[in-house]
């Protein structure tokens, strides 16, 4: 008689368990805000260049004559002091001869002089002719002169401090009048270009300054950029940098160099922090909280300075971004901020 009494317990049991369904808390989320911010993000862009000594900062040692390269006393690499010898050469054949020759027409241009001289004396020749003979034996004597200074010079010496960056002649050749031996790059006069995207090249402000840190090693330095050459060139199809290195970098001539440029950012697009964003397949997004409630929002990064990045697309400046516990998120869920 008993048994009408469990519907109606099940009945009450169900109804107890759907109120309290019913009155379960939403999950939500802690997280931390911030204001999306419209600002320019600064962008780092790494370029690559080779110093150069250029024209300004080489000298070239030549041959002053035809010559044999008898010693190379300081090949490529070597730090050279001001009057070090380089190089030193001896006469070839054609200058020896050149040599002979003026030291002949000397001796007898000479000779004619002083006979000029003795004839005027007995009254056979006037000064005319003895003024003749004097100018042609300064000529020949003259020549004599050139000829050894010329072969004094044979021996080649650094004009000034430096480092020898190449050389050209090879040990025991004949080389002609005016064919360099070797070039000296000055001490604490050298350049590098540095190639940029033309793009890039038109947004470097005034008195922008370039980190340079040396492929082969060694400690960073940043230097301010000289100039930039907004001409393209052909083989790169790249705009130039050109800035001066200091000598106590230690750079060498023909080095590779690796650049830092921070370039000012384009617009004022909103910025977060860089953490803010996520990823999913490839798919930027974050998450924008509005009433207490967390959307996900896709978005395109822009330009990034690694600590904030600049939203292209997909948020606006003012909205409020969650910055912290965006992994833990669902779209729709609600969060409450600390």
Do not use: K, W
């Amino acid at each position: 008689m008993r048994y009408p009494v469990l519907p109606a317990l099940a009945l009450l049991a169900a109804c107890s368990g759907g109120s309290e369904t019913a009155n379960a808390p939403e999950p939500s989320a802690l997280v931390r805000v911030a204001n999306a911010e419209a600002a320019p993000v600064r962008t780092s862009v790494r370029i690559y260049g080779t110093a150069d000594a250029g024209a300004s900062g080489t000298v070239i040692l030549s041959a002053p004559q035809e010559a044999f390269v008898v010693a190379i006393d300081a090949p490529a690499g070597s730090a050279v002091a001001p009057g070090q010898v380089v190089a030193r050469l001896s006469p070839g054949p054609s200058a020896r001869l050149e040599v002979a020759r003026a030291e002949s027409e000397a001796r007898a241009a000479q000779l004619a002089y002083a006979r000029a001289l003795r004839l005027r004396g007995d009254g056979l020749v006037g000064n005319a002719e003895v003024e003749t003979a004097r100018a042609a034996a300064q000529s020949a004597g003259a020549t004599r002169s050139n000829l050894a200074q010329r072969a004094a010079a044979l021996t080649l010496r650094a004009p000034s401090a430096g480092h020898v960056a190449t050389v050209s002649a090879g040990l025991g050749s004949l080389i002609q009048p005016g064919t360099p031996v070797a070039s000296i790059v000055g001490a604490g006069d050298l350049r590098a270009r540095f190639g940029v995207d033309p793009a890039l090249a038109r947004r470097i402000p005034a008195g922008s300054s370039l980190r340079i840190t040396p492929s082969g090693g060694g400690d960073s330095f940043t230097v301010p950029i000289l100039s930039v050459d907004p001409a393209v060139d052909p083989a790169t199809r790249l705009a130039s940098i050109l800035v001066r290195l200091p000598a106590a970098a230690g750079i060498g001539a023909g080095e590779p160099l690796t650049g830092e440029l921070a370039l000012p950012g384009a617009g004022n697009a909103p910025t977060v922090p860089y953490a803010t964003l996520l990823d999913e397949g490839g798919q930027a997004y974050l998450f924008v909280v509005s009433g207490g409630v967390a959307h996900r929002r896709d978005v395109t990064a822009g330009p990034s300075d690694g600590r904030l990045v600049s939203i292209l697309s997909g948020l606006r400046p003012g909205e409020t971004v969650v910055i912290e516990g965006g992994t833990a998120l669902e779209d729709g869920m609600h969060v409450r901020t600390r």
